[in-house]
Antibody, heavy 122, light 106 residues
C-alpha cells in the first residue's frame, strides 16, 4: 500500500533553516505530484507547494517564494522541503501529500505523510 | 480564494444527521474536497470534486454544491466521525482550506 514516511521532528532557532523529507513507497514515485501542507497550532491547514517528481518542476504559494525550496530524488523516491530564515510563525506540523487518483477524475490529496513537527524557538 | 466554513463548531449525538457548509469567495465550479482531521493524525480525504466519495469512505458521507456553496452531509453520525472537517478548494493557486468545523459529541 502507499506509504509516505516523513523525517523526525525538528527544533530550530529563529533564522535557521530546516529540511523535511518525505519518502514514498508502494507506488511509482514519478507518477503523482507531491504537495506540502502545513498546520500551525490552532489553525487550519495551509497549502504551500507542489513538486512534479518526474520533472522536478514545482509551484510555490507566493508567500513562500524565495524562502522555500523543493527537491526530489527519484533514486530513493524521496521529496524534500527546505524552509529558510525561520521565525516562530513557522512553528507547525508539515505534511507531504500525494495527489490522487480517486475512483473517478478529480483532484484529491489521496495519501499523507504522518507529519513532521517543526518548532522554532530561541 | 477564501473558503468560509459554518458552523465553526457543532455538537451532535451518535445517529444524528449533520450538514456542514463551505462558501467560496468566488466561483470555483466543483473544485472542492472535504477532509477529516483528528488530533495527531494526518487529514483524510472524504469527498473530492464536490460530490465524489473517495474509496473506502462510508456512504453516510456525501457532498454537493457548485460554484460558491458546498455542503458535506453525514447521514448518521458514528463515534469515529467526531473531529474537525475542512473544505479545500483546488480551483486556483494557492489552494486554500476553510478554517474548519469542529464536530463534537453531545
Amino acid at each position: 500500500q502507499v506509504q509516505l514516511v516523513q523525517s523526525a521532528a525538528e527544533l530550530k532557532k529563529p533564522g535557521a533553516s530546516v529540511i523535511v523529507s518525505c519518502k514514498a513507497a508502494g507506488y511509482s514515485f514519478t507518477d503523482y505530484y507531491i504537495h506540502w501542507v502545513r498546520q500551525a497550532p490552532g489553525q487550519g491547514p495551509e497549502w504551500m507547494a507542489w513538486i512534479n517528481p518526474k520533472t522536478g518542476a514545482s509551484n510555490l504559494a507566493q508567500k513562500y517564494r524565495g524562502r522555500v525550496t523543493l527537491s526530489r530524488d527519484t533514486s530513493t523516491s524521496t521529496a524534500s522541503l527546505g524552509l529558510y530564515s525561520l521565525t516562530s510563525d513557522d512553528t507547525a506540523v508539515y505534511y507531504c501529500a500525494k495527489e490522487g487518483p480517486g475512483p473517478v477524475a478529480g483532484f484529491l490529496f489521496a495519501d499523507w505523510g504522518q507529519g513532521t513537527l517543526v518548532t522554532v524557538s530561541s | 480564494i477564501q473558503m468560509t466554513q459554518s458552523p465553526s463548531s457543532l455538537s451532535a449525538s451518535v445517529g444524528d444527521g449533520v450538514i456542514l457548509t463551505c462558501r467560496a469567495s468566488q466561483d470555483i465550479r466543483n473544485a472542492v474536497g472535504w477532509y477529516q482531521k483528528k488530533p495527531g493524525k494526518a487529514p483524510k480525504v472524504l469527498i473530492y470534486a464536490a460530490s465524489h466519495l473517495q474509496s473506502g469512505v462510508p456512504s453516510r458521507f456525501s457532498g454537493s454544491g457548485y460554484d460558491r456553496d458546498f455542503t458535506l452531509t453525514i447521514s448518521s453520525l458514528q463515534p469515529e466521525d467526531f473531529g474537525t472537517y475542512y473544505c479545500l478548494q483546488d480551483h486556483s493557486y494557492p489552494y486554500t482550506f476553510g478554517q474548519g468545523t469542529e464536530l463534537e459529541m453531545k
